[in-house]
């Protein structure tokens, strides 16, 4: 099955400084990897996705980025701010699995 | 519109007990997502729906673990005689698209803590 690895755990950053967190994933027939964010006591929002067919997307400060041939993705947060702080969690999946396989997590903490 | 919705938001239950945890998903959406997420970890796949078959089980835990879906709608995760181990926050998810290219919306989950 899949497995997705995901790094750092836990990443503090000053404000305005750029956050960059790295996932790899296993199964070459993954084709959408998206990304969501936890905040405590919340269940996990989604906050950009990939497929496949395009490696990388960008949503005003947020922008994911996708290597096939190196099976793995990112997450990139510019001029980030005290809110962006919050768990962030990399999945993968395929049309024919039907669920995601999830990284373990980074807790970001963003510094005024 | 109304997001996924799960009750309870807490619960608290002896060991040995049963408990059935709650899912109402976004109108229309006609996949249904179980997963399991202990204390400071990912989310575990449980279970998923296609309206009310679930073709895959693979992640229940446990044959202490059963799950339902009624009407395309409403699912309930049920675990009987509770442990331990199976302290956790219970997350439901739904989409629109059948399989995973759908964006999965999550509810706030379901924290149980067995004592």
């Known amino acids: 099955g899949e497995n997705v690895e995901q790094h750092p755990s836990t990443l503090s950053v000053q404000e305005g400084d750029s956050a960059v967190i790295k996932c790899t994933y296993s199964?070459?027939?993954?084709?959408?990897f998206p990304w969501y964010k936890q905040e405590l006591g919340k269940g996990p929002q989604l906050i950009i996705d990939?497929?496949?067919?395009?490696g990388e997307k960008k949503d005003q400060r947020i922008a994911v980025t996708l290597n096939k041939t190196a099976k793995h993705f990112s997450l990139h947060i510019t001029e980030t701010q005290p809110e962006d702080s919050a768990v962030y969690f990399c999945a993968a999946g395929s049309g024919s699995a039907r669920q995601l396989t999830f990284g373990s997590g980074t807790q970001l903490t963003v510094l005024p | 519109g109304a997001g996924v919705s799960q009750s309870p938001s807490n619960k608290v239950t002896e060991k040995g007990k049963d408990v059935e945890l709650r899912c109402d998903p976004i109108?229309?959406?006609?996949?249904l997502y179980w997963y399991r997420q202990s204390l400071g970890q990912g989310l575990e796949f449980l279970i998923y729906?296609?309206?009310?078959?679930?073709?895959?089980k693979s992640g229940l835990p446990s044959d202490r673990f059963s799950a339902e879906r009624t009407g395309g709608s409403v699912s309930t995760l049920t675990i009987q005689r509770t442990q331990q181990e199976d302290s956790a926050v219970y997350l439901c998810a739904s989409s629109f698209y059948t399989g995973v290219s759908g964006e999965q919306y999550f509810g706030p989950g379901t924290r149980l803590t067995v004592t």
């Open positions: 990939i497929r496949s067919n395009v």
């Open positions: 199964d070459s027939a993954s084709n959408y």
């Open positions: 109108s229309g959406h006609t996949a």
């Open positions: 729906f296609q309206g009310n078959s679930a073709p895959d």
